[in-house]
Each structure stands twice: as structure tokens, then as C-alpha cells.
């Protein structure tokens, strides 16, 4: 954790002046510096702010561990440390540093996006030092958020097993793990997280509009991890171009018959208007959506007649795709899964199922989790079921219709 055996600096209190020049220069110096430099820089920024340090740890791939960015000290269990705590619950932890000080964890976020934490260490705490903290957690979440994208230390530092082929080419097409706004909120895992071959998922905000969708291709090779890249493309392409969901399944399938016309990959693409509830989902070949309303599933409320997998060549893939409609209530969840979640076998050949598969979302949920963090104690437990040897690969998302108010 963050050292704790200094003292404070002398002068670092409540009414010490913020060096509002210096704090400018450290603002413009954080566009261009590397993203090796944001340790230095954090607490050069702590200084400008008058607290004494800060130190930045992101969340690993599997989001077990939280991994400092001073690489001679160790990572930090997401489960149980003070540090884990506020990375689950998006809060701030206060701890005493052990001098007299406190240390405190905030939540580094991007939008809903969980990306780790940041310790602050300072002689005491106040409201001021803690709004100079949170202040302090926003700016370095963003600049994590923009130079992570080109950052392969940052990458490297978030794996803690090396990456197979598949995997590296899928996870370069995958968006954050959580996406969303004041009205709706997605979020999704997909595991095993360094062998991937042909699940993904892909979710986006379009004014007022979400869409997600999820995607299994077949087979678990190189060439299923190219089936569901080009499909992900192929539907972005067409999403941006404002198809509608027919359309974008539509581009999908011709995309595949012309690319790779022997391929194939079942799927289910959602959008949602965040504004009137109205959800309309087009699903081909995959495992049926469920809609939870008040903590329980509403089985069958999204079944719909069985539609082809997308790629078939144009002859055998219908025309036109069939779009079905309904509309949610507030508080509303819906959950896409591949076959391999409910399917993941323990030693003795029990499968996880889908009745356990239900209900731990429904009891993580009543029990105050935020989605995200449903979903990560949920693929551990999938995990955990196959002792941590999935024989497929398993993809869960989730989304949230919560309208605000009027």
C-alpha cells in the first residue's frame, strides 16, 4: 500500500494556499506527459493541493487485484483491503496511515467505468481536504482514461498471465466494461480473460440511446475471434451510419457471407430509448434475453421465435431480420449471456444453470451492489464453479433502465 512511515510535511493544512500558477503549469504539463510520469505527477499534484501524497493503483484484467503504478510495491486485494473497498462501492475509504495521518481511498472512475483507485495521504482530514481528494481522483481518472489507449505499459501492468493470440485481437475491439448515464447504465465481463476466442460484447451511448449487443462465434480458434471482430465492426459501421437494429444485423450477416462465408456466430443486439423505456432486440440463434422486474426473472418476457445465426450466406438468411419490441419499467434489468455461463460444469459435471445464474444477480442486487459489481462477483463464481478452467468462454451484460425523475 502507499508507504505510511514519513511524517507529514510541516505547513499542509486546511488553510494552506493553494499555488493556483503551479497547479495551472501541472494541469497543462498532464496533456503530454507519459503516462509513465503520472506516479511524479500525482504527487506533485497532491503538493500543488496541499495534501501530502497520492498514488495511483488500477484494477487488474479480472479485477482481483488493484496494481500500483510504482512498480516496488505489491498489488492489493480487490476483496479485502480498504483499497478494494472503495474500488466495489465507488466510495471513499478513510484509514489511519499510522503516524498520526490518514490515508484516503477514492475511486478513480471514468464515467461508470470502475479503473482502479487513488490513495491520498495527509496530516488529517477535513471538507476541504477531502473535496481537494475527489477533485484530485476525477483528473487523474480522466487522464488514465485518455492515455491508456495507447499505453501498452498501462496494458501490461493490468495483466498478471500472458495473453493468447484470440484474446490480444478481441480484447483491442472491446469497450469499457461499463458504459452509461443518469438514465441507464451497461455493464459486462467476459472470461476466460486471457484466452478468449469468440464471445464479445459492445455496448454504446447515441444521445439518448443505448444499444448493446453480445456475440458467440463458433468455435474456440483464431478464426472465431475474427468472425466476431469483423461482426463487432461490421455492426458498428452500421450503427454509426444510424441503421436500425434490423439493419446493423442485416450488415452483419452480409459482411460475414462476403468475408468469411463459412462462418458463423449467434447473437442478440438491444436498443434501448432511455427516455420512453422502449426496447426493441432482434436475436439470432442465442440464448433468449431475461428481463428481472422487482427482483425476479419475468420468464418468457423476451422469448421470441427462433431466427437463423448471422453469417448464413443471403439465400438462407431471412430477408429482413424480425425486431421485437416492449416497453420497460423503471428499475428494470436485462441480462444477454452466452451458453457458456449456464453451462460451466464443476468436477463432478454439475452445470452453474440458469436458476443459479438468476438468482445470484437477483440476491447480489437486493443486496445493494452496483451492476458492475454484480458482475464481477458473478464470473468469479463461474469461475470458482470450474475451479477456474472454463471449458468455453463466458460473457454476461447487463442493463439498467433507472429514468430520472420528473
Not at 96 to 116: C, F, H, K, N, Q
Not at 219 to 239: C, E, I, K, Q
Not at 267 to 279: F, Q, S
Not at 286 to 296: D, G, K, S, Y
Request: with cysteine; net charge negative.
Amino acid at each position: 500500500m502507499i508507504p505510511v512511515s514519513e511524517p507529514p510535511h510541516a505547513g499542509a493544512g486546511t488553510d494552506a494556499v493553494v499555488d493556483e500558477s503551479l497547479l495551472e503549469e501541472l494541469l497543462i504539463e498532464a496533456q503530454t506527459a507519459l503516462p509513465v510520469e503520472l506516479p511524479d505527477l500525482a504527487n506533485r499534484c497532491a503538493s500543488a493541493l496541499g495534501l501530502e501524497a497520492a498514488l495511483i493503483y488500477l484494477v487488474d484484467l479480472q479485477q482481483r487485484l488493484l496494481i500500483p503504478l510504482d512498480e516496488a510495491l505489491e498489488p492489493l486485494p480487490v476483496d479485502r483491503s480498504p483499497a478494494g473497498w472503495a474500488y466495489r462501492t465507488v466510495s471513499p475509504r478513510v484509514v489511519d496511515a499510522g503516524w498520526g495521518g490518514v490515508i484516503v481511498w477514492m475511486p478513480l472512475v471514468d464515467g461508470a467505468e470502475r479503473l482502479g483507485v487513488l490513495a491520498v495521504r495527509c496530516a488529517s482530514l477535513d471538507g476541504v481536504r477531502m473535496g481537494r481528494s475527489r477533485m484530485l481522483a476525477h483528473l487523474f481518472g480522466m487522464l488514465i482514461t485518455s492515455k491508456r489507449t495507447y499505453s501498452d505499459w498501462l496494458s501490461s501492468l493490468a495483466r498478471t498471465a500472458t495473453m493468447g493470440l484470440p484474446a490480444e485481437m478481441l480484447r483491442a475491439f472491446l469497450p469499457p466494461h461499463t458504459v452509461g448515464s443518469s438514465r441507464c447504465v451497461s455493464t459486462a465481463v467476459l472470461e476466460p480473460a486471457y484466452d478468449i476466442a469468440g464471445d464479445a460484447f459492445d455496448h454504446s451511448v447515441i444521445k439518448n440511446v443505448l444499444h448493446t449487443m453480445i456475440l458467440d462465434s463458433m468455435g474456440h480458434d483464431l478464426t472465431a475471434g475474427l468472425t466476431t471482430s469483423v461482426a463487432m465492426a461490421a455492426a458498428r459501421n452500421a450503427r454509426r451510419a444510424g441503421g436500425a437494429p434490423a439493419d446493423i444485423v442485416g450488415s452483419v450477416d452480409q459482411a460475414l457471407a462476403h468475408w468469411l462465408p463459412d462462418r458463423l456466430c449467434t447473437g442478440v443486439l438491444c436498443r434501448l430509448d432511455a427516455e420512453t423505456g422502449v426496447l426493441q432486440w432482434v436475436n439470432c440463434g442465442h440464448p433468449q434475453p431475461l428481463l428481472i422486474r422487482a427482483e425476479r426473472v419475468l420468464h418468457g418476457a423476451l422469448d421470441s421465435p427462433p431466427q437463423p445465426p448471422i453469417g448464413l450466406a443471403s439465400h438462407l438468411a431471412p430477408e429482413v431480420r424480425q425486431v421485437h419490441e416492449t416497453t420497460l419499467e423503471p428499475g428494470d434489468r436485462v441480462l444477454l449471456y452466452t451458453d457458456g455461463v449456464v453451462e460451466a460444469r464443476d468436477t463432478d459435471g454439475a452445470e452453474f444453470g440458469l436458476d443459479r445464474f438468476t438468482d445470484f444477480i437477483i440476491r447480489s442486487s437486493a443486496a445493494g451492489q452496483l451492476p458492475a459489481e454484480v458482475l464481477r462477483l458473478l464470473i468469479h463464481a463461474i469461475l470458482d464453479h470450474q475451479r477456474n478452467h472454463l471449458r468455453d468462454d463466458a460473457t454476461v451484460l447487463l442493463f439498467e433502465w433507472r429514468p430520472q425523475h420528473r
